[in-house]
């Protein structure tokens, strides 16, 4: 089975902090994704990447940035947390239209 | 641009019987497919059935189907013989074709599964 494995299930981070949101997957697959859950709100895409080292923004990058430098892992950046990116954080892979989704990141920004 | 919509926050169903959780989507495409998701407690998105615009045939996978009506641009979810275990929260979704892979999601439905 392909793996999609978040490095933190819960992160608490303060305002203004650095934050780094990591995500691997064990197949060979292109497409990565970075998305958020809010409730009432379902999932909304925030960055994609189809290779290594290209990046695209989805329907709500601002106030995030994204890396990609091997293939296996994507990296969510948020550059200064703030309060309102409180919030669960799930990436996932994809091979054509099959998807592999990680357990999510429930990040609180105090 | 597309949107998918799920008019039921909340749902509830004693075990046994059957359930049908609402989507309706707006595209001016003709060829996508659609997914059905189910994120239980465990919070693993795990893919409940999918549906191909161009079938005709409804889907299904064992006591979950989809009643599919590409003109009327909805794609609701049957369970059948609800389990305790169907507990879940289930969004809907929807992919374009050749779009490489970005799924666009509704707000979600909330389903309880009481004994």
């Known amino acids: 089975d392909v793996k999609v494995t978040q490095s933190s299930r819960y992160l608490v981070k303060r305002t203004g902090e650095k934050v780094f949101l990591e995500c691997v997957q064990d197949?060979?697959?292109?497409?990565m994704f970075w998305y958020r859950q809010d409730p009432g709100l379902g999932l909304r895409l925030i960055y994609f990447s189809y290779d290594v080292k290209m990046k695209e923004k989805g329907d709500i990058p601002e106030g995030y940035s994204v890396s990609r430098e091997k293939k296996e892992r994507f990296s969510l950046i948020l550059e200064s947390a703030s309060t309102n990116q409180t919030s669960m954080y799930l990436c996932a892979s994809s091979l054509a239209d099959g998807y592999t989704f990680g357990s999510g990141t429930r990040l609180t920004v105090v | 641009a597309q949107t998918v919509t799920q008019s039921q926050p909340e749902m509830s169903v004693q075990e046994a019987e059957t359930v049908t959780l609402s989507c309706t989507y707006d595209?001016?495409?003709?060829?996508?497919?659609l997914f059905w998701y189910k994120q239980p407690p465990s919070r693993q998105m795990i893919l409940v059935i999918r549906?191909?615009?161009?079938?005709?045939q409804n889907a299904t996978e064992n006591r979950f189907s989809v009643n599919f009506q590409k003109a009327a641009k909805s794609f609701s979810l049957k369970i059948s013989d609800s389990q305790l275990g169907d507990t879940a929260m289930y969004f809907c979704?929807?992919?374009?074709?050749?779009?490489?892979?970005?799924?666009?999601f509704g707000q979600g439905t909330e389903l309880s599964v009481k004994p």
């Open positions: 549906q191909e615009a161009y079938k005709q």
């Open positions: 979704a929807f992919m374009r074709y050749n779009q490489g892979g970005k799924l666009i």
């Open positions: 197949m060979d697959h292109e497409n």
């Open positions: 595209t001016s495409e003709n060829n996508y497919y």
